[in-house]
């Protein structure tokens, strides 16, 4: 999607709403990931964390508690007794500048589960993993982006 000109002393304000897969892990949480081009030319990134699950608020430093795992490694199973299995919010840009180039894609986080890696140790009964080899992951899923230009209409 492309946006064009803002309205004077206007953010952009976005409606996000992610819902679990009825067979998948809960989410663990909502980001806004925005990049743009300053008047210098220089690229910036910022990840917004936007939706927590399980009621969790940032702290006055910005940071936030893991959601944490409910992760069986040795059966190659999880539970869903940890996160939401919906998450909404409307979201404005609190960095808004009408004058940048910019864009704006959702990413959404799942809960910890088994990785592939657990899934074949279980499933060959095998023991003797290095411990190199990551048994977890948090699957994440991204939208396509949105793209704003103070040059369109």
């Known amino acids: 999607s492309d946006l064009g000109h803002a309205p004077k002393s206007k953010s952009p304000q976005f409606l996000i709403r992610a819902v679990k897969d009825?067979?998948?892990?809960?989410?663990?949480?909502?980001?806004?990931?925005?990049?743009?081009?300053?008047?210098?030319?220089?690229?910036?990134?910022k990840v917004y964390s936007?939706?927590?699950?399980?009621?969790?608020?940032k702290?006055?430093?910005?940071?936030?508690?893991?959601?944490?795992?409910?992760v069986?490694?040795?059966?190659?199973?999880?539970?869903?007794?940890?996160?939401?299995?919906?998450l909404s919010v409307v979201w404005t840009d609190p960095d808004f500048d009408?004058?940048?180039l910019a864009f704006y894609y959702v990413r959404v986080l799942e809960i910890p589960t088994p990785r592939w890696s657990a899934y074949d140790a279980k499933f060959f009964n095998t023991k003797d993993i290095p411990k190199e080899v990551p048994m977890i992951i948090q699957e994440r899923a991204y939208t396509s982006p949105i793209w704003y230009s103070p040059d369109q209409l």
């Open 72 to 86: 069986n490694i040795k059966d190659a199973s999880y539970t869903n007794d940890i996160g939401d299995p919906e």
């Open 50 to 57: 936007v939706a927590l699950s399980d009621g969790r608020k």
């Open 22 to 45: 009825p067979d998948g892990a809960n989410l663990d949480r909502v980001q806004v990931v925005k990049g743009w081009r300053d008047k210098n030319g220089e690229l910036h990134e």
């Open 59 to 70: 702290n006055k430093h910005g940071d936030i508690q893991p959601v944490g795992n409910t």
């Open 98 to 100: 009408k004058d940048e």
